[in-house]
């Protein structure tokens, strides 16, 4: 059997767990802290406001799933996916995959939280410049969105070098 645990894998287990932590406390710092009713809007800068939304669907609430088995599906499907992550985790050695696969893991974990939780994913992060508004999200999605990137430009820059 092959060896599940990498030269980096306890890093990218250890921003895994950075990642969710900073995910769950800024999420419970919107819903207890600042104690946003879903659908306020709190100005913080010009391009920046904290808008409280409960996405029970995908990334950009694509899919929404009104029922409990929708929702505890897509528990699952986080749940396997961040399984999934943490054994291709143990096969990379270098740094920049493991942490990407890290903020995939920790974002997966937090939105699964969120729907175990809360029904939804707790979604606040409201960016716009121009008149242009971007989707509303989380520090999981994020993380995510970071951690494809991590991967893509690793990979890219793989074929570079051969």
């Known amino acids: 059997m092959a060896n599940r645990i990498g030269p980096y894998s306890k890093f990218g287990l250890i921003l895994a767990a950075a990642t969710l932590v900073a995910d769950q406390a800024s999420k419970l710092f919107v819903l207890h802290g600042l104690r946003l009713a879903v659908g306020d809007v709190l100005t913080v800068t010009p391009f920046f406001d904290i808008a409280l939304v409960m996405n029970r669907g ?59 939780v809360y029904g939804a994913v707790v979604d606040f992060v409201s960016l716009h410049a121009f008149g242009w508004r971007w989707y509303i999200f989380n520090v999981a999605d994020a993380a995510i969105v970071a951690g494809v990137i991590g991967l893509l430009y690793d990979a890219l820059m793989a074929r570079a070098t051969k």
């Open 58 to 116: 995908i990334s950009y609430g694509l899919l929404p799933q009104d029922s409990d088995l929708g929702r505890w599906l897509l528990v699952m499907v986080n749940l396997a996916a961040a399984a999934l992550f943490t054994i291709w985790l143990g096969r990379f050695h270098s740094r920049l995959p493991a942490a990407a696969i890290g903020l995939l893991i920790g974002g997966a974990l937090g939105n699964a939280i969120d729907r175990t």
